[in-house]
Nanobody, 119 residues
Framework: QVQLVESGGGLVQAGGSLRLSCAASGRTFSMLLMGWFRQAPGKEREFLAS????????VYTDSVKGRFTISRDNAKNTVYLQMNSLKPEDTAAYYC????????????WGQGTQVTVSS
């Protein structure tokens, strides 16, 4: 089992920045592929970014490329999502998730943290 706890959400004005954190426990963190997702009211959950255990092989969805940066600190069992140039359409609940390379689906999810971007 893996437990994930997100933090860092909040209210920010358009153009501002936030850094989300996701602390993991319960399994060797460096063996986990970590991802960030978001879900806005009435919309489907959207993949944002992922990063492999070594910190290599980073993937972003097009809508956040150049604005969001995923990173991880394996010594702290934490993955981050730095969000810059935020837009009102970035308003959503943000979730981190984890999976192993043997699984195609994310098996472990955090409880989410709300990000609200005002115009």
């Amino acid at each position: 089992q893996v437990q994930l706890v997100e933090s860092g959400g909040g209210l920010v004005q358009a153009g501002g920045s936030l850094r989300l954190s996701c602390a993991a426990s319960g399994r060797t963190f460096s063996m986990l592929l970590m991802g960030w997702f978001r879900q806005a009211p009435g919309k489907e959950r959207e993949f944002l970014a992922s990063i492999r255990g070594s910190g290599s092989s980073i993937v972003y969805t097009d809508s956040v490329k150049g604005r969001f940066t995923i990173s991880r600190d394996n010594a702290k069992n934490t993955v981050y999502l730095q969000m810059n140039s935020l837009k009102p359409e970035d308003t959503a609940a943000y979730y981190c998730a984890a999976r192993t390379l043997l699984n195609s689906e994310y098996l472990y999810w955090g409880q989410g943290t709300q990000v609200t971007v005002s115009s």
